[in-house]
C-alpha cells in the first residue's frame, strides 16, 4: 500500500472519530439539566410594583372613583411621581400599602411584596382567602422579581372569588373598531359593545413584550378577550378568532361583498365572506364577524310609529302599542342631518318624531328622523306641598263637557261630574287614560289637590298612569299656556308687565332646556311642577301673565345660537355668582358672571358707585365680605326688598338637630359633597374622604372653609366632637343650617319662622362660647336664593326705573340675545 493511500484512510479514521466524540458530547448535554442562577429572570417578563398596583386597584375602583379619591400618598422623592399615582394612591386607599412610599413604583415587584399585599387584601376582604389555591407556583423565592405570568394567574384567581359583573372588573369579548379623541384629548377604543379607555392598559396575549404600538393600531378589526371595568380596558388576555355580533347596528349600505355600517359613532368598511346576494340600505341589523370577514347578516325592517307616552329602563311606552320591551342592545339614531348615535334620553316624550325598529316583539333600535318642534311640554303633577310624584286618590271634574278615553274606549261625562279614580280603578283597565275637555277653552279640575289658589285647573290634557307606588298625573298642553300659569307662581304679577315679559322669556329659555333634556322621561314628563323645574299653577293664570306670554310669544335668549338654560332666583345680596361656584358640576356659563349689582347713577353719584363696585368685585376674604354687608350706603337695585339683608341666632342644641335630621339625606342625595375627616397627611392638611355619617356630635365650631369671589360660601367646616365634616355646594349649606326652630328677621324688621332652608349662602357667622363650649351662632346674610342669574327683585327695580326688557335680560346674561323656538 502505498504511503499516500495510509495517510488518506488514517484522516478518514481520524474524522469519524471526531465525529463520533461530537455527537457524543452534544447527547451529554442535551441530558443534562441545566440550572440557571436563582436570580437570573428576564427584566421584560417580571412586573413592575406600579403595574400591579393598577391592576389591584380595579379590585376596588372603576376609573371615576379612582380619580375622585383624595390623594393621600407622599413620594420620598418628587422624582418618583408619574402616570401610576392614582393607582398607588388607590392601593393604599384599600389599605395594601403606607402612605409614605419609599420604593420606585416602576421597579420590579418581588414575590415577598406580592404575598404581604394580597395578604393585606384577604385581611380587608375575606372573600379572597381561597386565592392561593390551585396556583402553580410559590413565594418562597421572597426577593425574586416577580414574573408577569404568575401575577397575571393570581390576579385571575382574585377575580374568580367574586364573579359576575356585578363585581364591575370583567372580561368581555370585543371586536376593535377604531378610537377617538374626548374634548379632552383622551383616547378612548371603540368597540362592538362600547368606548374603553385604554391610556394605561397593556396587552399580555405573547410574550408580554414591551407595548411600543397603540393598542388600537395593533388590535384594529380583531377580536380579543379583555378585562374591563366600568368604561375602562384593564388589560388585553388574548386575540380570538371566535364569532362576534354587532348588535343593531345601522348598514349605510350593503353591495357585492362590500358592508359600510355605523356603529357606536364612527362609520367602518367591513368585507363579507361571500358576497351578498342582494344589495341592502339604510337598514338595521345584526352583524357576525368571524377572522375579520362578515359571516352573517340579518336585517330588520320592520317598523311601529307613535306618540311616545313614556320611557323607562327596559322598555319605552307607545300610543297605540302600549309599553313595548327594549333589546339588550338596544340603540338610538338620529338619521336627519349628520348620522349619530343618541344617548338615551334622546327619545323624547309627547312626540312622535322617532320610528322604532321592532325585532321578536322588542324595540331593537329607535331611529329619529326630524328635529323637535317644542310645541307641547308635559308637566308631572305633584301631590300637595309637592310632597310626591305618586298619587293615592285623584278626584276631577271640568269646566265643560270632557271625556276620558283608553287605548280601547271612551267615556263621556257633563260639565261638573265628578270622576274618582283609585289604584285598580275599572278605567285603568287598559293601562294609561286620557282626560281631555270636550271645549277647547275648557280647563280640568282637580278636586283632589290643593295649591296656593285652591283647587288647581288645567289646560290641556290630563294623563293618569298606575305605577307601582300610586298614580302619576302628567299635563300636557302647549309650552305658551304652560307659561300663563309659571309667571305668576314664580313673580307676584304686581311687578308690572315689563318685568313679566322679562320672565316669561326667561321661563320659557328654562323651559324647553328641560324640555329637551328631557330628564323626566322615566316618568312621561318633561318638567314637574315644583321648584325643581319651574313652579306651575301654584298661583292661577291671569290677563296680565297671559298678555305677557303673548307679548313675548316664542321668544328665548341664545348664546352662540344656543337656547341658554335662563337661571334666576328671588333677592340678591347685591352681588350675584357664578354658576361653577353654587352647583355640583363646577359647570361654568360664560352668561352667567359674578358682579355687583350696583345701581346705575349719574354725574356726583357715578363715581361713587364706580368705587363701590372696584371695592367689592372681590368678596372672597372674610374681612371684605363683612364690610360688604354691613355697608349701608351702597345702592344695589334690591336693596329696597326685605330679604337683601337677614339675620338669624340659632342655638347650638337646635343647630345640631336640624345638622343631624339632614345629614345622612344630603349624603344620600350626593355623597361627594359631605366629606368627613378621616387624618391628615405627612405636610399636615386634612384627608376628607366620602363616607356615610349620621351625627357629628356635639358641635364645637363652624366656619366658611371656601369662599368665592361673588361673597357665597361653596365650602363649610363643620367640627363636633364625633366627627369634623367638609359640607360642599350653597344648597347643602342652606339646609344643614336650615333655621327651622328659629326666627330670621329681615331688614324691615319682619320676621320669618320655620324656614326648611336658610335664605342663601351669602353670610357671615359670628359664634357665642360659654365655659360648656359653643352656645349658639349668628348668622348675617343677605339675598333669598341661589344667586345665579336672574334677581327677580333687580327686575322690577329696573323696570320700575323705565328700562325695556330686552336690556334688562342683557344686563343679567352677558353676550346673549333674543331668539326664536318656533322657526
Known amino acids: 500500500m502505498s504511503i499516500k493511500r495510509k495517510l488518506i484512510l ?3 479514521c481520524i474524522g469519524i472519530v471526531i465525529v463520533v466524540f461530537t455527537v457524543n458530547i452534544i447527547r451529554g448535554m442535551k441530558d443534562m439539566k441545566i440550572e440557571e442562577p436563582e436570580n437570573t ?8 410594583d406600579a403595574e400591579a398596583y393598577r391592576l389591584l386597584s380595579f379590585l376596588e375602583y372603576n376609573k371615576a372613583e379612582r380619580e375622585s379619591l383624595a390623594m393621600g400618598i407622599t413620594y420620598d422623592t418628587e422624582e418618583m411621581s408619574g402616570w401610576y399615582d392614582t393607582y398607588v394612591n388607590a392601593v393604599w386607599k384599600m389599605g395594601l400599602i403606607e402612605s409614605r412610599v419609599s420604593k420606585a413604583p416602576m421597579e420590579a415587584l418581588t414575590y415577598g411584596t406580592c404575598k404581604q399585599l394580597i395578604d393585606q387584601l384577604i385581611l380587608k376582604k375575606p372573600n379572597y382567602q381561597t386565592v392561593y389555591s390551585g396556583i402553580s407556583f410559590d413565594f418562597s423565592k421572597a426577593e425574586q422579581p416577580m414574573l408577569i405570568r404568575d401575577f397575571l394567574e393570581l390576579y385571575d384567581a382574585l377575580i374568580a372569588t367574586v364573579p359576575g359583573k356585578d363585581q364591575g372588573l370583567h372580561e368581555e369579548t370585543l371586536l376593535v373598531l377604531g378610537s377617538e379623541q374626548t374634548d379632552g384629548g383622551i383616547s378612548r377604543m371603540i368597540t362592538n359593545l362600547g368606548k374603553y379607555y385604554y391610556k394605561d392598559a397593556k396587552s399580555y396575549e405573547s410574550d408580554y413584550e414591551n407595548q411600543k404600538l397603540d393598542l388600537v393600531t395593533k388590535y384594529l378589526d380583531k377580536g380579543i378577550k379583555a378585562y374591563v371595568s366600568d368604561q375602562e380596558l384593564v388589560y388585553i388576555k388574548e386575540v380570538t378568532t371566535e364569532k362576534i355580533v354587532l348588535h343593531n347596528v345601522w ?3 350593503g353591495e357585492g361583498v362590500q358592508i359600510d355600517i355605523f356603529v357606536n359613532g364612527i362609520s367602518k368598511s367591513l368585507s363579507a365572506q361571500y358576497k351578498l346576494q342582494t344589495s341592502i340600505s339604510k337598514v338595521i341589523g345584526d352583524i357576525t364577524v368571524e377572522n375579520q370577514k362578515v359571516v352573517k347578516v340579518l336585517q330588520k325592517p320592520e317598523i311601529i310609529q307613535g306618540k311616545v307616552l313614556q320611557t323607562g329602563k327596559d322598555y319605552i311606552e307607545i300610543d297605540g302599542y302600549g309599553k313595548v320591551p327594549l333589546d339588550d342592545e338596544f340603540k338610538i339614531y338620529k338619521i336627519f342631518g349628520n348620522l349619530q348615535i343618541e344617548p338615551t334620553s334622546s ?5 312622535e318624531n322617532t320610528d322604532f325598529v321592532v325585532s321578536l316583539g322588542k324595540i331593537s333600535a329607535a331611529l329619529i328622523t326630524e328635529s323637535i318642534k317644542a310645541e307641547n311640554i308635559r308637566v308631572l303633577l305633584m301631590t300637595d306641598g309637592y310632597q310626591d310624584y305618586f298619587h293615592k286618590k285623584i278626584e276631577l271634574t271640568a269646566s265643560s263637557d270632557f271625556t276620558i278615553s283608553s287605548k280601547e274606549e271612551e267615556h263621556s261625562y257633563k260639565k261638573g261630574d265628578i270622576v274618582t279614580i283609585e289604584p285598580g280603578s275599572s278605567l285603568l283597565s287598559d293601562g294609561r287614560i286620557t282626560v281631555k275637555s270636550v271645549e277647547e277653552d275648557g280647563k280640568i279640575e282637580l278636586l283632589s289637590l290643593k295649591r296656593s289658589d285652591g283647587y288647581p285647573r288645567y289646560r290641556g290634557s290630563i294623563e293618569i298612569a298606575e305605577g307601582e307606588q300610586g298614580l302619576l ?7 305658551e299656556e304652560y307659561l300663563y300659569a309659571v309667571i305668576p307662581s314664580e313673580m307676584p304679577t304686581y311687578y308690572g308687565l315689563e318685568a313679566l315679559r322679562v320672565q316669561a322669556v ?7 332646556k328641560h324640555l329637551m333634556a328631557n330628564s323626566l322621561s322615566v316618568y312621561g314628563a318633561h318638567v314637574d311642577d315644583s321648584v325643581s323645574y319651574q313652579v306651575y299653577n301654584n298661583i292661577s293664570e291671569n290677563e296680565d301673565s297671559v298678555l305677557a306670554v303673548k307679548d313675548t310669544y316664542g321668544k328665548v335668549l341664545k348664546y352662540d345660537g344656543e337656547v341658554i338654560t335662563a337661571y334666576y332666583f328671588s333677592t340678591s345680596c347685591g352681588h350675584t355668582s357664578e354658576a361653577a361656584n353654587v352647583w355640583a358640576n363646577n359647570t361654568n356659563y360664560p352668561y352667567l358672571v359674578g358682579k355687583v349689582l350696583a345701581v346705575s347713577e349719574d354725574g356726583e353719584g357715578a363715581e361713587a358707585q364706580s368705587a363701590f363696585e372696584d371695592k367689592y368685585a372681590d368678596l372672597s376674604s372674610e374681612e371684605v365680605f363683612r364690610s360688604f354687608i354691613d355697608d349701608k350706603e351702597l345702592a344695589t337695585y334690591d336693596s329696597s326688598f326685605n330679604w337683601y339683608r337677614w339675620k338669624v341666632t340659632m342655638k347650638a342644641k337646635e343647630l345640631q338637630k336640624v345638622i343631624e335630621e339632614n345629614l345622612s339625606k344630603r349624603y344620600l342625595a350626593n355623597s361627594e359633597l359631605i366629606l368627613t375627616k378621616t387624618g391628615e397627611s405627612e405636610t399636615g392638611d386634612d384627608i376628607f374622604e366620602s363616607r356615610p355619617v349620621d351625627s357629628i356630635g356635639e358641635i364645637v365650631d363652624i366656619s366658611a372653609l371656601k369662599r368665592e369671589s361673588s361673597g357665597i360660601i361653596s365650602e363649610l367646616l363643620i367640627k363636633g366632637t364625633k366627627y369634623t365634616v367638609k359640607v360642599r355646594t350653597e344648597y347643602n349649606i342652606r339646609a344643614l343650617l336650615a333655621p327651622f326652630y328659629d ?11 320655620n324656614l326648611n332652608l336658610l335664605p342663601s349662602a351669602f353670610f357671615v357667622i359670628d359664634q357665642e362660647k360659654n365655659e360648656d363650649g359653643l352656645s349658639s351662632i349668628t348668622l348675617t346674610g343677605g339675598g333669598y336664593g341661589h344667586g345665579v342669574g336672574m334677581s327677580q327683585n333687580g327686575v322690577k327695580a329696573l323696570a320700575d326705573s323705565g328700562v325695556q326688557y330686552e336690556k334688562i335680560l342683557s344686563y343679567f346674561y352677558e353676550g346673549t340675545e333674543i331668539g326664536f323656538i318656533y322657526e
Open 506 to 512: 326667561c321661563a320659557r329659555s328654562y323651559a324647553y
Open 10 to 12: 488514517i484522516g478518514i
Open 41 to 48: 429572570v428576564v427584566q421584560s417578563d417580571s412586573i413592575t
Open 473 to 479: 298625573m302628567i299635563n300636557e298642553l302647549p309650552l
Open 347 to 351: 327619545i323624547l316624550v309627547g312626540y
Open 251 to 253: 348598514i349605510e349600505k
Open 743 to 753: 326666627t330670621v328677621i329681615r331688614q324691615d324688621e319682619s320676621e320669618v319662622k
